[in-house]
């Protein structure tokens, strides 16, 4: 990594470039810094945002002078240093209905928007990230977990960067023009992240399926959303189940109903043991969420 | 004590002071767009300065009130009338049960502030009634104002009545050319050497996508960003980063065509370089910009910036103690 960049974002923010390129490391910092910054309650400070490789601080300087603000957010940088960084966070499940008909429904109505028209979307990723099919595209979506690490553009979205050696990373270009619409809950991918579309509306990442589970409602209705009405925070880790239409049916029937839930459990997330062995950790993670 | 929505103009909201504390999920600020407009509208009527108020953008709603009411307007320059009567901007006035309330066009400015003793009285979601509509939440059923709405309005505990006027010194004008004060940063120095000129120089317009999360401008020239071999995660325009959070009044340019400036419904981040970040004292002023009117981009320094906050919050000062 370079140095990390400095600059404020007119009088009331502070921008904190951690790293230009994404990075599990950057991320890492960013949220460490994040964190520490939270626990000292600093008086005019009124958002803390991290966010891939860089992080967003909203302060009022009438409280708390920007030049202040600026040397605090070096003191804990220089504090945290290069520690082994670790995130006690929580891993949960999330269902894909992958190649459904409501993102392909979808996407064959945005066709000229895209780079390949003659392929889906799910078609063209799988064959730019050299798969031989859908199926193992699949697998390799579903197989190692994602770190959650953004939430935001609009409420409850999260931005997710998948947990394998850079080789490994899936990456498409966004749309060439971005579609005036996506159904909710799709799940995307553009550049180097996946996301979770939270509400309906525009965007301009390749399409790969649905989940059926909410992931943000201002009423609350489900178990999971009952803390809070957007289930996301950064740092938490998803792996993603390929489920079939008849559960997908049924998922989407009890969450009519209201009792459909997710498998989240609460884990530690160890920066060095996941370098030491990616694959072994990120088997390890996922076994938590099955009670091992 | 209720309100009824008769007409709702182009885009009318509940908004208040605004919902801090939930950007890093995505929730952005919200409230009305122009708060100095907000607070005269609430301090005329006796309200908390903050208090819930109605936004209405471009045309004003047709309303009928079904409790009297102690109510004033603020902002743009649009004749309030009830049942056809022209009354004051910037002074209340009381309206009677079937009372109809109607406006004329905005001559100048975008944004009318109809302020109620009592507030808008809906439920306070995260600490806030302002809406926000693309979460679907806050203000009334999380949308804007539909014909047929009920408001409610709150009890009057405070001391509203009729003919108190904001001094005239007080009272802002909006011209349809105006030079907005930006801090360059964040990723200012992604623009070519030319780009970084022409920003300031060109005369912008508003363009007719101008709205609670941005306004964009267009007319001056494009900006062209150094090319690079993009960092990994970034996009593949020059324009791209690998996304980020985006600060409140900060400026974009995807592709580099037309700045974008993102206002209090903001995206919280994405993957366009942002160039720098209008100052907060000149955020309320944005709000009251009307399509095809001109903006010029004046570089400013920190020192700069905190001046102005600071004769903005006199000013603000001054109005709560002339009306108390």
Same mark, same amino acid.
């Given at each position: 990594?370079? #140095?990390?960049?400095?600059?404020? #974002? ?39 945002? @991290? ?13 708390? $002078?920007?030049?202040? =603000? ?27 209905? $992958? ?8 996407? =064959? ?18 064959? +730019? ?60 991918? #553009? ?18 399926? +649905?989940? @059926? ?15 809070? =009405? ?12 390929? +489920? ?19 498998? +989240? ?28 | ?258 700045? *974008? *400036? ?16 209008? *100052? ?45």
């Amino acid at each position: 990594m370079s #140095g990390i960049r400095y600059s404020f #974002g007119g009088d009331e923010h502070i921008f904190v470039e951690i790293d230009e390129e994404m990075s599990l490391e950057a991320f890492f910092k960013g949220m460490a810094i994040c964190s520490d910054l939270e626990k000292r309650r600093i008086a005019g400070v009124s958002e803390i945002c @991290p966010s891939n490789a860089s992080y967003l601080v909203r302060f009022d300087p009438d409280v708390i $002078y920007p030049d202040k =603000m600026l040397r605090t957010l070096q003191d804990i940088e220089a504090q945290i240093g290069d520690a082994d960084l670790e995130l006690p966070t929580r891993i949960v499940e999330i269902p894909v209905l $992958y190649n459904d008909p409501w993102t392909r429904e979808t996407l =064959m109505r945005f066709r000229e928007r895209h780079q390949d028209p003659k392929s889906t979307d799910i078609e063209y990723a799988a064959r +730019i990230n050299g798969y031989r099919s859908i199926d193992e595209f699949v697998a390799a979506h579903s197989g190692a977990p994602w770190f959650v690490s953004m939430v935001g553009f609009v409420a409850g979205l999260p931005f997710l960067f998948q947990m394998v050696e850079r080789a490994k990373q899936i990456e498409v270009p966004k749309y060439l023009r971005p579609r005036t619409d996506t159904p909710k809950l799709t799940v995307g991918h #553009g550049g180097c992240f996946g996301c979770i579309y939270s509400v309906r509306g525009a965007g301009g990442y390749q399409m790969f399926g +649905i989940t @059926p589970a909410p992931i943000y409602d201002p009423a609350q209705k489900l178990p999971y959303l009952k803390d809070f =009405m957007a289930f996301f925070r950064p740092g938490d880790i998803v792996k993603w189940k390929p +489920i079939s239409r008849e559960e997908y049916d049924r998922d989407v029937k009890a969450v009519e109903a209201g009792t459909f839930d997710l498998t +989240i459990k609460p884990v530690n997330f160890s920066l060095k043991a996941f370098h030491k062995d990616p694959g072994g950790y990120s088997r390890s993670l996922v076994e938590v969420l099955h009670g091992h | 004590m209720d309100i009824e929505v008769i007409k709702p103009g182009l885009a009318t909201s509940v908004q208040d002071a605004g919902r801090p504390g939930y950007y890093n999920i995505g929730i952005p600020l919200s409230g009305a767009l122009d708060q100095y407009a907000l607070r005269a509208a609430n301090l005329l009527v006796g309200n908390d300065a903050g208090a819930a108020a109605l936004e209405a953008t471009l045309l004003g709603p047709e309303l009928v009130f079904r409790e009297p009411a102690i109510i004033a307007v603020t902002g743009a320059e649009a004749t309030p009338k009830v049942n056809g009567e022209a009354r004051l901007l910037n002074e209340s006035f009381a309206v009677r049960v079937d009372d109809r309330l109607t406006f004329d066009f905005m001559k100048v400015g975008a944004r009318i502030y109809i302020a109620v003793a009592g507030g808008i009285d809906v439920p306070p979601i995260l600490g806030s009634r302002s809406t926000y509509a693309l979460g679907a939440l806050g203000g009334f059923s999380g949308r804007k104002l539909a014909a047929g709405d009920l408001l409610p309005v709150g009890k009057t505990r405070s001391s509203g009545r009729a003919g108190r006027a904001l001094a005239g010194d007080l009272v802002p004008t909006y011209p349809k050319s105006l030079e907005l004060r930006v801090l360059t940063g964040l990723y200012f120095h992604r623009l070519t050497e030319e780009a970084a000129r022409t920003f300031f120089e060109d005369t912008w317009t508003v363009a007719p996508e101008a709205d609670r999360i941005g306004y964009r401008y267009r007319k001056g020239r494009a900006l062209a960003f150094r090319e690079r071999k993009q960092p990994f995660g970034a996009g593949s325009d020059p324009s791209n980063i690998v996304d980020a959070g985006y600060p409140y009044g900060s400026i974009q340019v995807p592709g580099g065509l037309e700045p *974008i *400036i993102l206002h209090r419904d903001a995206v919280s981040g994405g993957g366009y370089a942002m160039i720098g970040t209008v *100052i907060s004292a000149d955020m309320h002023r944005i709000a009251q910009m009307q399509p095809n009117n001109l903006a010029r981009f004046v570089q400013v320094n920190m020192d700069a910036a905190l001046k102005a906050r600071a004769e903005y919050k006199s000013r603000i000062a001054r109005m709560s103690s002339s009306l108390l």
